[in-house]
């Protein structure tokens, strides 16, 4: 009878982590193809447009260190609530008549998406230690879906429905309500944090870490290229022919061509005897596609370097997510990290879509911009092929016998 709880509580938190990932992406992603409706109502440039997507990312670095602190006051269960509802608060701002609540609206959205962020590799390395991969493909190709459908949603809700930008943009708080009542059975069980577990704190020692900051700069780096081309990809192509409405349909593409990998790179990562391998796979693959989006005019030819742009990221940001969960020896260490991975991560992001459209208007070409991405991903990929080394944070410091060679995490 207490295995059968034990298998219904569990299935339970699966459900509401799924719903949860749904989330976590629409909100940003959903901006990218109306930001010509935004420019053309408000008057705000390109640079300033681009806070639109900026703005969540330096959310989520400001509060990602704290997040860790708020689950030891409230319990995890309290928290990805706290953060559900401040999400949906800020759709809802964000949706209002005026443009400081544009942007003050963004900014909730960024606290409210951080929290869930950073809990969730600690949920997962706690409830689920043995398929932290299988666990975290599931919740990043969740996540993946709905990045997907915003933004070729975004044009047809505004235009095809006649309900203007802002509306569009609101829609999206109807997942989080039917996310809240998905996760309202989690807090009918006990609230539990990770420093309830009675494990080995790493506290600030982490951010001593080489492979702590390694998996940071993969993470952060990688999302800085995954949100600038989600913030101007249907710009950069509107301006190489492509209809506005097309473009965000591409947007959809680019995100749709992730799936796959975001289930499939977690599970082949927690069975390889290290990652490396598979940073310079992603690293090889983005740098094609970023580079035929530079040279090619060709759209059939652009069509294959948005699949291989989506394939590429929608592995990293699996790939990063899991290195938290490999990389930790438990879940209060895989907590530190993911406050650490994404505080230090998404600021280094948050840069990303802003200098792109700062780029833009002072240049009046895409080319500068793009050749920045592709300087930015051979970054990440030489940060990510040392952070594939088969160790725990702190285990490169230190000659005791309290962690041992990490093992994979697959029953």
Request: hydrophobic share 50%; aromatic share 8%; net charge positive.
């Amino acid at each position: 009878m207490e295995n059968i709880q034990i298998r219904k509580n569990n299935t339970l938190l699966m459900i509401g982590i799924i719903f949860v990932a749904f989330t976590l992406r629409p909100a940003i992603t959903s901006i990218g193809p109306l930001t010509g409706h935004i420019r053309a109502e408000t008057g705000i440039s390109n640079g300033i447009a681009g806070l639109l997507t900026t703005l969540p990312l330096i959310a989520f670095g400001m509060i990602s260190p704290f997040v860790p602190g708020i689950s030891r006051r409230l319990g995890n269960e309290m928290s990805v609530m706290i953060g559900l509802c401040i999400l949906g608060a800020g759709i809802m701002i964000r949706s209002s008549s005026t443009l400081s609540l544009l942007f003050s609206g963004t900014i909730l959205i960024g606290l409210g998406i951080a929290i869930c962020n950073v809990l969730l590799p600690g949920i997962v390395k706690q409830s689920f230690p043995r398929k932290v991969g299988l666990l975290t493909g599931i919740y990043t190709l969740s996540m993946g879906v709905f990045a997907g459908l915003a933004p070729g949603l975004s044009i047809p809700l505004a235009d095809s429905l006649s309900l203007g930008w802002r509306l569009s943009l609101g829609m999206w708080a109807l997942i989080i309500f039917t996310a809240i009542g998905f996760w309202l059975p989690q807090l009918k069980v006990k609230n539990t944090s990770f420093d309830s577990l009675k494990q080995k704190q790493t506290g600030s020692r982490i951010w001593f870490s080489s492979i702590a900051w390694q998996v940071t700069l993969f993470m952060g780096l990688q999302s800085m290229v995954y949100f600038s081309i989600t913030a101007w990809l249907p710009e950069i192509l509107h301006t190489q022919g492509f209809d506005i409405a097309i473009a965000g349909w591409m947007l959809t593409l680019f995100q749709f061509s992730g799936l796959p990998a975001n289930i499939i790179i977690p599970v082949l990562a927690d069975r390889l005897p290290n990652q490396k391998g598979i940073a310079l796979g992603i690293g090889l693959l983005c740098i094609t596609g970023l580079s035929g989006l530079i040279f090619s005019t060709n759209k059939a030819f652009i069509l294959c370097c948005i699949i291989m742009l989506g394939i590429s990221l929608g592995a990293a940001i699996s790939h990063g997510l899991t290195l938290i969960g490999l990389r930790a020896a438990n879940a209060k260490q895989a907590s530190d990290l993911s406050g650490m991975a994404q505080s230090v991560g998404y600021l280094l992001a948050a840069l990303g879509p802003f200098i792109i459209g700062f780029l833009f208007d002072f240049f009046h070409t895409w080319t500068i911009p793009l050749i920045l991405l592709v300087v930015i991903t051979v970054i990440y990929t030489i940060a990510g092929v040392g952070a594939g080394r088969n160790l725990y944070v702190l285990q490169e410091n230190t000659n005791t016998h309290e962690q041992k060679k990490a093992p994979s995490t697959i029953a």
